[in-house]
């Protein structure tokens, strides 16, 4: 006869009341998460390749600039370059990984700012509402409608070839709509709960109550917010730089797509040259992508996978 065995042990005694360690809530979900995980490698992998580039370019070749033409023009991926060199003569691999910095920087700071414009117009609006709300959310409608690349290409061509501070300032002013329209309907739908009420009842300023009562309860929003205006900064920075409107002698991932293009890799036969920068730019996308959507699960237990149950079966 097969009989069906649960688990039963913590049900044979009074339930002691459960534990949690403060701080490790979000470290345990973030390990048991295969999305956060695979997110967090690839970040931690780049966050090392931009600030300690010196360093992991020791593991091929001491490498000070990676602009320097001090090796033989076109030379295939081997032992002593990894990834071969440029038509030039410069290391392919030094400069993936001097590139790193540039590229991330971009990302982070850009992706910091616009979601700071975000949360200060987006909320503002809602929380505020009257004349202040409607002048705010038509400057957002303005600027979700207006096709953003190409409003990035003008205004790239018209401030000249960037430099590292112009492609984020063009960047912030072109991305922080989308943010701001999510963040005021979310403020929109909390703006009459009862802890409001009773922040106001008790003579709270606006700005209070926003800081200290509004933006707490959005915060996995305003995480979503970051990781996704990082993604966009990301492929929005590299689509500058490979149209030549970037700074053509910085290092930079997209800059190495400039000139890979430009001295025909593909067709000469190095296509690591190209490769490996757009390669490493689609990872440092998922990457951010990834973490997005594994702090969505993590801050909203419906979107959680079901755990099954364990079952002992035994046969008597």
Not at 2 to 21: H, I, M
Not at 49 to 76: S, Y
Not at 160 to 165: A, Q, T
Not at 212 to 233: D, K, Q, R, W
């Amino acid at each position: 006869m097969t009989a069906l065995l649960v688990d039963t042990t913590a049900a044979s005694g009074p339930a002691g009341p459960t534990r949690r360690r403060g701080g490790g809530g979000l470290l345990t979900s973030v390990r048991t998460n295969p999305r956060a995980l695979i997110g967090v490698a690839i970040f931690l992998i780049f966050s090392v390749m931009a600030i300690l580039p010196h360093e992991v370019t020791l593991l091929e070749a001491n490498i000070h600039d990676p602009n320097a033409i001090a090796f033989v023009p076109r030379i295939h991926p081997g032992a002593h370059h990894w990834l071969g060199t440029t038509g030039l003569g410069q290391d392919v691999f030094a400069q993936l990984v001097y590139g790193a910095r540039q590229s991330m920087g971009i990302a982070l700071i850009a992706g910091l700012f616009a979601t700071v414009l975000s949360v200060l117009i987006g909320v503002s609006a809602a929380y505020l509402g009257g004349i202040g709300d409607d002048l705010l959310s038509f400057l957002t409608d303005v600027f979700l409608v207006i096709p953003t690349f190409p409003l990035i290409i003008v205004l790239a061509s018209y401030v000249g070839k960037g430099s590292f501070w112009v492609i984020v300032v063009v960047l912030v002013v072109t991305g922080w709509s989308f943010g701001a329209r999510q963040l005021r309907a979310q403020t929109l739908s909390l703006r009459n709960r009862d802890f409001l009420e009773s922040a106001r009842v008790r003579g709270e300023r606006r700005s209070y109550i926003i800081v200290m009562e509004v933006l707490p309860t959005m915060s996995s929003l305003i995480l979503a917010n970051f990781l996704g205006a990082a993604v966009y900064s990301v492929l929005a920075a590299a689509g500058l730089q490979f149209l030549g409107l970037g700074d053509t002698s910085a290092s930079s991932w997209g800059t190495m797509l400039y000139w890979s293009q430009n001295q025909n890799a593909l067709l000469g036969g190095l296509p690591a040259w190209s490769i490996a920068p757009g390669l490493c730019i689609a990872l440092l996308g998922a990457a951010f992508a990834l973490l997005n959507y594994a702090f969505d699960e993590i801050s909203n237990p419906a979107l959680r996978p079901v755990r099954r149950l364990r079952v002992k079966r035994a046969d008597s």
